[in-house]
């Protein structure tokens, strides 16, 4: 009998991707969902990532979308959003979900940093804006995440929300962006490119989510780079 050593080649390594083993224990009250914003020019995501302007940009993941993506709406709210000053070192970050109590618990209709978003002063508009908060199911990697219109993208929210309320059907929307020049310089709004039905196996992961988001209280990542 042979004492030579079988030499065995070392196995290839499986390039299948496994599904996560935890995710159905983890209840929606307990995640944070992330914010898909438009990235602008100036924004972090691009200058110091790499990132392309008017791309979509998941706040959490850090995965670029792409120029247009998918998502299913499966809530909406309308709130505002107070930028923070950033020529002033003692000025804060301020949101509201819903127009009425901020995010320190303090109420709107009398703002302690004097910008109501209802109120304009001198003709000039509130620095804080008021918002469109759509809570999207992104149909590529099938999760939640809040889209948020606002600022020149306000109205496309309105549009987006009026049509959600006309047809009273799920739909699949695509939103990308489109490039606009001012003489406040060079920014990427949020425009609707298509709306079209949704697929039985997205619609059926879509009412889940927003089942259980209906039911449960969740976070959302605010992002203050946020300039769309």
């Known amino acids: 009998m042979s004492t030579e050593l079988i030499k065995k080649e070392p196995a290839a390594l499986s390039t299948e991707v496994m599904g996560s083993l935890v995710d159905d224990f983890i209840p929606m009250d307990k995640i944070i969902l992330p914010r898909i914003s438009v990235l602008q020019p100036l924004s972090d995501a691009c200058a110091n990532g790499g990132h ?61 940093f004097g910008v109501n978003y209802k109120i304009w002063v001198d003709g000039e508009p509130p620095k804080c804006q008021e918002t469109v908060d759509v809570i999207a199911f992104e149909t590529v990697d099938k999760q939640p995440a809040v889209v948020t219109f606002k600022a020149t993208s306000f109205k496309e929210g309105k549009r987006l929300a009026t049509n959600i309320k006309v047809n009273r059907t799920a739909q699949a929307i695509r939103l990308g962006s489109e490039k606009v020049k001012n003489d406040k310089g060079t920014f990427y709004v949020m425009k609707v490119k298509t709306s079209n039905p949704v697929e039985q196996q997205d619609y059926e992961l879509a009412l889940r989510c927003r089942n259980e988001l209906k039911t449960k209280k969740y976070d959302v990542v605010d992002d203050e780079d946020m300039s769309a």
Request: charged residues 25%.
């Open 52 to 112: 392309k302007a008017g791309s979509y940009y998941n706040n959490i993941t850090t995965k670029n979308l792409g120029e247009s993506f998918e998502f299913i709406p499966v809530g909406i709210t309308f709130g505002a959003y107070k930028p923070k000053d950033k020529d002033k070192t003692d000025d804060v970050f301020c949101r509201s979900s819903d127009g009425v109590t901020n995010m320190y618990g303090q109420s709107c209709a009398e703002c302690p």
